[in-house]
């Protein structure tokens, strides 16, 4: 979709849950052991105090000190394997293996993806060649773009290929989301829009946000800042009215330059940054999603496809049916990936759960383990 494409000040790690000989930037914790004991000892967990702190007397006495947990430390590379399987499908499976140094360096966030494989397609993406069922099984989500505006006549129509896109990945249970290529100036223009994409929506199953996205040289471009940020805002409203959860699309030097800070915050942010690793070094304001790449590669297509990881679970928000099992969630977080204590009860509020039947379905999980 997208057209372009402190030194961490952290005592130390504390204590470190890995599932994996590989742990992803984005899931890593900066501990608050205010109740790091409460938390162990509920879960039968053991660990040397006395260690943890003399390792962060270590680091306060020297910063430069290398006191994150000893692993082996691996090269980093991206190695992607081609095979053509006996339907004559190309299959292309990537692999990425994060260095230890990109974990140590990398900032510490607060989010966790929940969804790791959500892509967007539109008309650029011919029905013809996907193959539904394998894709619909490949993937956590799909964006479907609806509509664009003209930057000459002003014109608005629908994408060419929505409604096949539509009834195929419907039809096989894929949540939906939708996105609406905006060259809107003003509110007048964005209402517009929005009224086209409700009428476009009307009877649409859809589980994530209806997006505008804000990214034209034509006629954006050459816009002020306000104009811009009151038009986004004057569509998402109108989506709101029209009973739909709604948000912006952008980059980062559009955002930046075109949307208001506050605007960013306010509503649902879907950022596209294919410059950074592991997780998005934006950080111009918050944000829900990050697309990641435009070279997303899913069984039953053999092309290109933008893919995002999303930090709320949408479906349970919008439709209160989540594609995460229960049972997945519940692994997620004995596995140490959504942190411990407050800071997890937080992660999980932000996604969308009901933090208090998470965690009774985390003891009852425990309980049967240490049985």
């Known amino acids: ?5 402190n030194k961490l000040m952290a005592l130390a790690f504390c204590f470190t849950i890995i599932s994996s000989p590989i742990s992803y930037a984005s899931d890593l914790v900066k501990y608050n052991d205010i109740n790091l004991d409460e938390v162990l000892d509920d879960n039968g967990i053991y660990y040397d105090k006395k260690e943890v702190e003399n390792r962060i007397k270590e680091y306060i006495n020297n910063p430069n000190a290398d006191v994150v947990p000893d692993f082996k430390p691996i090269e980093e590379k991206v190695t ?14 990537e692999t990425t293996e994060t260095t230890y140094e990109d974990q140590k360096n990398e900032p510490i966030y607060s989010k966790t993806p929940v969804y790791k494989k959500v892509v967007d397609i539109s008309e650029h993406q011919n029905p013809s060649l996907i193959n539904y069922d394998k894709f619909a099984k490949s993937i956590d989500g799909a964006i479907l773009r609806t509509s664009i505006m003209d930057a000459d006549t002003l014109n608005i129509r629908t994408d060419y ?24 100036i003003n509110p007048r223009e964005a209402i517009r829009e929005a009224e086209y994409v409700s009428r476009v929506l009307k009877n649409k199953n859809v589980s994530y946000p209806v997006y505008i996205d804000i990214e034209d040289d034509k006629r954006q ?14 569509f998402i409203l109108a989506m709101r009215r029209n009973g739909y959860v709604s948000g912006i699309y952008s980059y980062p030097w559009f955002a930046n330059n075109y949307l208001t800070k506050d605007v960013r915050n306010k509503y649902e942010f879907w950022i596209a940054d294919y410059a950074s690793k592991n997780f998005t070094k934006y950080n111009g304001s918050d944000f829900d999603s990050w697309q990641f790449t435009d070279k997303g590669y899913y069984n039953g297509y ?33 596995a140490g990936r959504r942190g411990t204590g407050a800071e997890r009860k937080k992660r999980l509020i932000y996604a969308g759960y009901d933090y208090n039947i998470v965690q009774k379905a985390v003891n009852e999980r425990l309980k049967i383990t240490r049985a």
């Open 1 to 5: 979709m997208a057209s372009f494409k």
């Open 221 to 234: 471009a050459k816009a002020s800042k306000a104009d811009i940020s009151e038009a986004a805002e004057a």
């Open 302 to 334: 053999k092309y290109n496809v933008d893919t995002s990881v999303v930090y709320k679970d949408y479906p349970m928000i919008i439709k209160g049916r989540s594609k995460k099992s229960m049972d997945e969630l519940v692994s997620e977080i004995i």
């Open 80 to 93: 992607e394997e081609t095979t053509v399987n006996e339907n004559g499908d190309v299959e292309v499976t």
């Open 161 to 184: 290929h929505l409604e096949e896109h539509y009834r195929q990945l419907n039809s096989r249970g894929v949540p939906l989301g939708f996105y609406h290529y905006s060259r809107a």
